[in-house]
Every structure is written in structure tokens, then in C-alpha cells.
């Protein structure tokens, strides 16, 4: 039986941005598991926060800039802060991951993750805007029409809500996440921001 290595991630958070490089050649390295059989690789949606149309207070913005920031100091990270002086933020991050739901579908779930990372934080466009994740769903290929229907259901039957609650029941709280399922044991897997080897051999070990 395959185990299956949980990422747990929202693209609306600015740590999962930073983490995205490593990620992709972690996920690389995992191909020949992945080949074999031995391990399957899952997403599930975080949310980081609810549905809303209120703008962001003022104070929240410049903490949020901050963290930006940070990254960028730490991990080398590419932002554009126009964002914070151009857009309207929103603290909203279920309309993104409502796209990325979507996508899975279809099998773009990892595209249209990407495709909202690049609209937000290089192009300071804004993912609580169902026009942003449109021209997104439009970038990877997806009708915007069917695209537009497919989040009023997902948003209509809470599927997202019932990913997120999931997510929680696993003790998958922070985002990005990593956790290796093998039956019914959960590992969790410690990220390093730097350096896929280390969460290479944390999963190879747990593995054997």
C-alpha cells in the first residue's frame, strides 16, 4: 500500500510562496517513489480565512508587508509591494482556494496554484477578486464560464470548508504543511525552507 504525503497549503499564503522552489525539487526528488508505487502525493487546502468583503485595517496590512519582507530577507523571495499601495486587500482566502479546488479537477490544481502566487505576489493583482482567479483559470487553459460555475457550486455545497476541516482533524494547522500517511499512522514531516535533502531523508526514513 502506497503512503501518501500530505501537503497542506492555502496560495494565498506569502510562507507557501517562499517555500514553492524547494517544494518543486522536493517533489522531483520523490519521483522515483511516486513511479513505484510507494508513495502518492495529495494537497489539501488550508484557508487561512473566511469568505469577506471588508477591506483590511490598515494595521493588519503593514503586519502582512512585513512578513513579505521578512521573507524576502530570509529566503531570497521575490514580491512585488506595489500590492499594499495598488490593490484593495482583503483578509479572504477562501475564493483562492475555491480555485484551486476547482482546478483539481481538471488536473491543474498545482497550475492554478502558481498561477495565483505569480497574480499576487509579482503582478499585485488581488485573489480575493473572483476577476483575478478568473484570469488565472482563463491563463491555465479552463473556460472562465465553466470556471465560474464550477466555484458557485464548490462555494454552494462548503466542499472547501469540508477539505478544511479535514485538514484540521489531521492537526495540519500551519501553512505550508507536510505529512507522510502510512494506514492509518501520520507522520509529520518538518519543512526546511532551504534544503529538500533534509525533508528527502524525513520521508525516505519514515518510509522504511
Not at 73 to 95: C, H, I, K, M, Q
Not at 164 to 181: D, E, K, M, V, Y
Request: net charge negative; proline share 5%.
Amino acid at each position: 500500500m502506497a503512503a501518501t504525503l500530505i501537503y497542506c497549503y492555502d496560495p494565498m499564503c506569502s510562507w507557501c510562496w517562499g517555500f514553492r522552489p524547494t517544494w518543486t525539487k522536493l517533489q522531483k526528488s520523490l519521483q522515483g517513489l511516486i513511479d513505484s508505487n510507494q508513495l502518492t502525493i495529495q494537497p489539501m487546502l488550508g484557508g487561512l480565512a473566511v469568505d469577506s468583503d471588508v477591506p483590511m485595517p490598515e494595521d493588519m496590512k503593514g503586519k502582512l508587508e512585513g512578513t513579505w519582507q521578512h521573507i524576502q530577507s530570509v529566503l531570497g523571495t521575490e514580491f512585488n509591494f506595489d500590492f499594499w499601495r495598488t490593490a484593495s486587500p482583503r483578509r479572504s482566502t477562501y475564493p483562492a482556494c475555491r480555485a484551486c479546488y476547482v482546478a483539481r479537477d481538471s488536473g491543474l490544481e498545482d497550475e492554478m496554484y502558481h498561477a495565483i502566487q505569480t497574480a499576487y505576489y509579482l503582478q499585485a493583482k488581488n485573489p480575493s477578486d473572483l476577476d483575478t482567479l478568473t484570469e488565472c483559470a482563463d491563463n491555465i487553459g479552463l473556460s472562465p464560464e465553466g470556471f465560474s460555475k464550477a466555484m458557485q457550486h464548490v462555494k454552494d455545497k462548503q466542499l472547501i470548508e469540508q477539505e478544511i476541516q479535514q485538514s484540521r482533524q489531521l492537526g495540519l494547522h500551519s501553512f505550508p504543511s507536510l505529512a507522510l500517511l502510512i494506514g492509518d499512522k501520520l507522520i509529520p514531516i518538518a519543512l526546511d525552507y532551504q534544503n529538500h535533502s533534509t525533508m528527502l531523508m524525513a520521508i525516505k526514513k519514515a518510509l522504511s
